[in-house]
């Protein structure tokens, strides 16, 4: 199911704390499920002062987590371990919001959840988890997959050891800053996650 979120048109329809809160729930949801969203791809930024594009692959909002698939071999998950802290920055430009999330990272092998994401992807998704690891250093261009699989759907046999190569990264998120860009003045608004869970909100000059 296709989830829709206008627009902004006017400052005024975030006169209220929670009216910001409500939208940026909005847009994490439809950013996790439209693959067309300008916010399904954004970049996760770990505690080595490293960036990446990510897909989001699910949003939990009452968990407050964002679910992203990578290789255990990549190299932002050293660093993940080591310090879970992390940052993930969205942008709409059409609707001319940014949202700023910060919260802590877990790499998750042989979960419930990453089974499940496992089993619920295709055979050609599963085949980006083949091969040599993120990173390695080759002798010519290469997209580091055996080449009998070069341009080929690899049978559920040949993905056996792929398994191994796949995690879920894990974000729950703690703080959030929204951004609008009004031309009649900016908004700004951010928001924490107290110990009781709920979200507590105050305007900030943008
Ligand atoms: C549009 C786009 C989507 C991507 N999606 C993912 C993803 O879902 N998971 C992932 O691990 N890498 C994804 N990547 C690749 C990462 O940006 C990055 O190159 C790779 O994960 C290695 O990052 P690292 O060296 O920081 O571990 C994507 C790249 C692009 C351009």
Same mark, same amino acid.
């Given at each position: 199911m296709l989830f829709v979120v206008a627009p902004p048109?006017?400052?005024?329809? @975030?006169?209220?704390l929670d009216d910001v809160h409500v939208d940026l729930t909005n847009r994490l949801i439809r950013a996790a499920r439209?693959?067309?969203?300008?916010?399904?791809t954004p970049a996760v930024v770990t505690s080595d002062v490293d960036a990446r594009t990510m897909v989001l692959?699910? @949003?939990?909002?009452?968990?407050?987590t964002l679910r992203f698939h990578t290789d255990t071999?990549?190299?932002k998950v050293a660093p993940i371990e080591a310090d879970p802290r992390v940052a993930v920055l969205f942008y709409d430009k059409g609707a001319k919001i940014q949202i700023r999330a910060r919260g802590t990272a877990a790499i998750l092998r042989d979960a419930e959840v990453t089974r499940s994401a496992w089993e619920n992807g295709s055979n050609f998704a599963r085949?980006?988890?083949?091969g040599d690891g993120p990173g390695v250093a080759a002798d010519t261009p290469t997209s580091g997959l055996p080449e009998e699989l070069e341009g080929t759907e690899p049978t559920d046999e040949q993905l056996q050891p792929a398994w191994e190569n796949f995690a879920v990264l894990l974000v729950t998120l703690r703080e959030l800053d929204w951004l609008y860009l009004a031309h009649t003045g900016h908004v700004r608004a951010q928001f924490a996650q107290g110990d009781s869970g709920a979200w507590e909100g105050r305007w900030v000059s943008p």
């Open positions: 048109t006017s400052r005024r329809m @975030f006169d209220q439209d693959r067309r969203s300008p916010m399904h692959r699910e @949003f939990d909002s009452q968990a407050w071999r990549a190299p085949r980006c988890y083949m």
